[in-house]
């Protein structure tokens, strides 16, 4: 009972405190004893408990505008109203209470950041407290609800390193007591989100042929991390029956899985459908807990980065690539707001008793691209996630339904230095001078990758969908589109996939410049009379069929490369010309055609090595070779709950025992 007592006692002095040492510094605001501060903070409290639910309600229905207008002002209302109702206090006007609001805020989270260091439970009892109502209001139910979490990026062998480590100790304490065990699985080519969720989701991630690629017909460039991009690639893969179709909510994700409720999930947000993350944002952005603790908590990410960086280059840690300003500001978005903001949604649904949520988290892989993925601020991500985990395990035991954890990754990272860094010159600059057509005859399409969970949530506050498909008017010669180590190429203003004997005759240097690269491992063209052929420097690899004729271009790639090609080759709107990176035999790193470190959507490396942790007692049916596999063993394990029957043929357990961490 003390335990529970503690930190409410210790909240409550806390407020008083902080709103003593306000009143106490800032003109404008005076009280006439100790107790009349305390009886407004109190009367703060209680304001606060009152009114935020119904102002973050209204203020998201007024859009964007809303919710900027809730973060700057409403905390000060609140604020201003608790001290004009006290009696012995007096505040001169609303300037007064508007700045004595943030630094009232800021004194208290970081007083509870003292009281509360190594305490998650804090967190959780907030999140408990927040969503009292919507427990109240759901139905109780012994069918268990299962809760996806993806490590966006994570692989099975740096996961494995990770627990020894100690960056995950919820994932340990769930393998060590033989709740859960971890199962590796193959991303497919190309191992990227969008065809990974594609395939996680809805079972189709033969829609996906890179990140980002050309369609000829049309003229178009579509870059999955914009969302009018990912929802024409969700219209076209969408069956209706995805994942999480039947009552289930996506979160973060790229695409939906036919969630009912789609909230930050770029192939939906903005477009009208249920979930629109304004009132989401709006009671987060007004509740000063949330609010403040996450401002200080992403200030502090963004200086701990600017630390990180100089760090690596004092060291001279190498591989390294310059970390921009602008990533120094997405980092603190998504280690910090994003990932609060993803919990604070999850636990609202876990309170609702919702039967499905997959959520997307892409801090480690954020952090990856830029620093390596087994950077030390790489792993001090997963750390966060850890204890995210950590988090909704006690939420979950206070929801309407018992809940299992399944925690997944869509593919791994392989480190090395880029293309550029290596050689001197991009990809895009090489294929220029081999095919002989100076200046806007080679377009490439590039950008950053997390890039588009900002998007997501500006075009989800603000409405629309961002930027459209992107149509080329003046129809380059060639098109380079880099998915991490993977380049795909494409003869623009030939229609239709042009063949290798098409290509030496209109390009004869461009072949044999590519595959005599030093940075390039190999390359994949379509033969009129072969089928796929696998170019290398000393030799070629013919995939219909499996004839090698010199050394094999695929030897060191993985026992998965031949066949893995053999699909990619089968794909909508794939390159004429496809393009891998070098792999060094020795050190197992790539060479990013991006300006990442930490790269993955080729082969090599750990990029195609994916994880996933579920409960023991849940079998695995089939080989898990790509993001298809993985799917349908999900959509059994969901069937045999919604049916009764746990997934291993026995009667579901009762809430706390296997496949439920508690």
């Known amino acids: 009972m003390s335990e529970r007592r503690t930190p409410i006692v210790a909240v409550v002095l806390l407020g008083w405190a902080a709103l003593g040492i306000t009143i106490g510094v800032l003109p404008g605001i005076s009280a006439a004893s100790g107790w009349a501060v305390l009886l407004a903070a109190a009367v703060l409290g209680l304001l606060g408990a009152v009114l935020r639910p119904a102002a973050a309600t209204l203020l998201a229905r007024m859009g964007w505008a809303g919710v900027l207008g809730g973060w700057l002002l409403g905390h000060a209302l609140i604020v201003y109203l608790a001290l004009s109702l006290v009696p012995g206090l007096h505040v001169a006007g609303f300037r007064a209470a508007f700045w004595a609001s943030w630094l009232y805020a800021a004194l208290a989270t970081i007083g509870l ?52 480590a ?58 999955t991390n914009r969302p009018a991009d990912s929802a024409l690639v969700e219209g076209r893969l969408s069956n209706g029956r995805g994942l999480l179709a039947d009552g289930g909510v996506s979160v973060s994700n790229v695409f939906s899985g036919d969630a009912p409720t789609s909230l930050l999930t770029m192939s939906t947000v ?49 591989p390294r690539i310059r970390r921009t300003a602008s990533y120094v500001l997405l980092r603190g978005v998504t280690n910090v707001l994003l990932r609060h903001l993803n919990l604070s949604i999850i636990a609202e649904h876990v309170m609702r008793g919702a039967p499905a ?89 590039g950008g950053d990758e997390q890039a588009g969970r900002a998007r997501a949530l500006r075009a989800g ?43 030496e005759e209109r390009f004869p240097r461009l072949l044999p410049g590519l595959v005599g690269h030093a940075g390039i491992g190999w390359i994949m063209v379509r ?19 499996g004839r090698v004729e010199g050394e094999d271009p695929l030897a060191g790639f993985g026992p998965p490369a031949a066949a893995d090609l053999r699909r990619h080759d089968t794909l909508p709107h794939v390159g004429d010309i496809v393009v891998n990176s070098l792999l060094d035999p ?29 409960p023991a007692a849940w079998p695995v049916t089939e080989e898990l070779d790509g993001a298809d596999a993985v799917h349908r063993q999900l959509v059994r394990w969901r069937e045999r709950l919604i049916s009764g029957v746990g997934p291993a043929g026995t009667p579901n357990p009762p809430r706390g025992e296997a496949g439920a961490p508690r």
């Open 113 to 164: 950041w003292f009281v509360t260091a190594g305490q998650p439970a804090m967190i959780t009892r907030h999140l408990l407290r927040a969503n009292r109502r919507h427990r109240r209001a759901a139905p109780s139910s012994d069918v268990p609800g299962v809760l996806f979490i993806q490590i966006d990026g994570l692989s099975a062998p740096l996961a494995r390193w990770a627990i020894d």
């Open 270 to 318: 903005g477009s009208g459908a249920p979930g629109r993350p304004d009132r989401y944002v709006g009671t987060y952005l007004l509740d000063p807990f949330g609010l403040t603790r996450s401002l200080l908590l992403t200030v502090g990410e963004m200086v701990k980065e600017l630390h990180q960086a100089r760090r690596q280059r004092l060291r001279q840690v190498r």
């Open 461 to 503: 506050l603000v409405g629309g969908t961002g930027r459209r498909a992107e149509e080329i008017r003046a129809v380059p010669e060639i098109v380079v589109a880099a998915s991490g180590n993977l380049a795909l190429l494409y003869l623009a203003r030939h229609p239709g996939r042009m063949t290798m004997e098409d290509i």
């Open 357 to 445: 949520i997959f959520c997307d988290f892409v801090d480690y892989d954020e952090i990856a691209h830029h620093a390596g993925p087994a950077r030390p601020e790489a792993l001090a991500a997963l750390e966060g996630i850890d204890g995210v985990l950590a988090t909704l395990e006690e939420v979950a035991a206070a929801a309407p339904r018992p809940y299992r954890f399944v925690v997944l990754s869509d593919h791994g990272q392989s480190q090395g230095e880029t293309f550029a860094q290596r050689y001197g010159h991009t990809l895009e600059e090489l294929v220029r001078s081999l095919s002989a057509t100076p200046g806007p005859a080679v377009e490439a399409a």
């Open 586 to 614: 020795v050190t197992q790193e790539v060479a990013a055609f991006e300006e990442l470190i930490g790269c993955h959507g080729g082969l090599g490396g750990w990029q195609s090595r994916a994880m996933l942790i579920h």
């Open 527 to 545: 033969s009129r009379r072969l089928g796929p052929v696998v170019l290398g420097r000393a030799g070629r690899h013919i995939l219909t069929g």
């Open 166 to 223: 100690g960056c995950l100790p919820t994932v340990a304490r769930w393998l060590r007591s033989g709740s859960h065990t971890l199962t590796e699985w193959h991303a497919q080519l190309p191992a990227t989100t969008p065809a990974s969720q594609a395939g996680l989701l809805h079972g189709a991630s033969a829609a996906v042929p890179a990140f980002r690629w050309y369609e000829k017909d049309p003229g178009r460039l579509v870059v």
